[in-house]
């Protein structure tokens, strides 16, 4: 189980950070939506898996 959680934060800090890279640049270009959902809405669910993945890394590292 502790092998599942290492690829676990890898990948959810890899989306928070693309989500917000594509709601800020979306932003940048004027665009207010994002597949009928305001960019902000994005950019706040990108800091929040980051959030998550931190987290996780956190957990990993306190169990070491």
């Not at 989500?19 to 669910?45: E, H, K, N, Q």
């Amino acid at each position: 189980m502790d092998k599942l959680w290492d690829p676990l934060g890898n990948i959810a800090a890899l989306l928070g950070v693309l989500m917000c890279f594509v709601a800020g640049v979306t932003r940048l270009a004027g665009y207010f939506y994002i597949l009928d959902y305001p960019s902000i809405t994005v950019f706040i669910g990108g800091v929040g898996i980051m959030v998550m993945a931190c987290l996780i890394k956190l957990h990993q590292l306190s169990r070491r």
